[in-house]
């Protein structure tokens, strides 16, 4: 069966550093959300993407986030410059009818 | 505003014991909702959706979950636990379509011997 990949599975880096979070959707999804869960609290949407391009985002996807599909399977996450708060479980997913989920990157940022 | 509610932050069961997980929603318009579970170690896999028709929904594993529009509810059930079902569940609704989902905290299921 078909699975969203994501990469990698745990990152550290240091407050002030770019991050990349990685992703392949299942090959022959159109639609591609980012998600995060900080520890002990709800998951939170992201951004959605859509023919290369964001459909909807959210409060939490501001300018210090961005979104790139940048060749036909990978669908990447950057932030640029981490925070504390930014420490998080990550979560691609991909659609065809109904989202299905990446395992996640854990982020930590000291 | 959007949300999900689940009631119970932490549940532990006996093998065997019937299972009902709360889950109550606020959104306007069209609704799809969705349980979620997540395995120790393991990503978020769909258990079971409601779009239309049947409010009464099966799912993998045994679990069902019924659409109540009237309470804006939409809980799990399952007639009888397994250990294996120790898990994390999470409610989530959307308004169809490519919307993004609304989740609630999630219920933790410890299921004992």
């Known amino acids: 069966e078909p699975e969203v990949t994501q990469t990698p599975s745990h990152q550290v880096t240091q407050m002030g550093q770019e991050v990349i979070l990685r992703c392949v959707p299942i090959s022959n999804h159109l639609y591609f959300y980012w998600y995060r869960q900080i520890l002990g609290q709800k998951v939170e949407f992201l951004v959605s993407f859509y023919n290369n391009e964001i459909s909807e985002k959210s409060e939490i996807f501001d300018d210090q986030f961005s979104v790139e599909r940048p060749d036909g399977s990978n669908f990447t996450l950057k932030i640029r410059s981490t925070k504390l708060e930014d420490s998080a479980m990550y979560f691609c997913?991909?659609?065809?009818?109904?989202?299905?989920f990446g395992p996640g990157t854990r982020l930590t940022v000291l | 505003a959007q949300s999900v509610s689940q009631h119970n932050h932490h549940v532990i069961l006996s093998e065997a014991a019937s299972l009902e997980l709360g889950c109550n929603y606020s959104y306007g318009g069209t609704v799809n909702l969705f349980w979620y579970v997540q395995y120790p170690g393991q990503h978020l896999q769909l258990l079971l959706k409601?779009?239309?028709?049947?409010?009464l929904v099966k799912g993998i594993k045994g679990f069902e979950a019924e659409f109540i529009k009237s309470k804006f509810s939409f809980n799990l059930r399952k007639p009888s636990v397994q250990w294996s079902d120790t898990a994390e569940y999470f409610c989530?609704?959307?308004?169809?379509?490519?919307?993004?989902?609304?989740f609630g905290k999630g219920t933790r299921l410890s299921v004992i011997a």
């Open positions: 409601y779009f239309s028709g049947d409010p």
């Open positions: 997913a991909s659609r065809a009818d109904t989202q299905y």
């Open positions: 989530a609704v959307n308004g169809g379509g490519n919307t993004p989902l609304v």
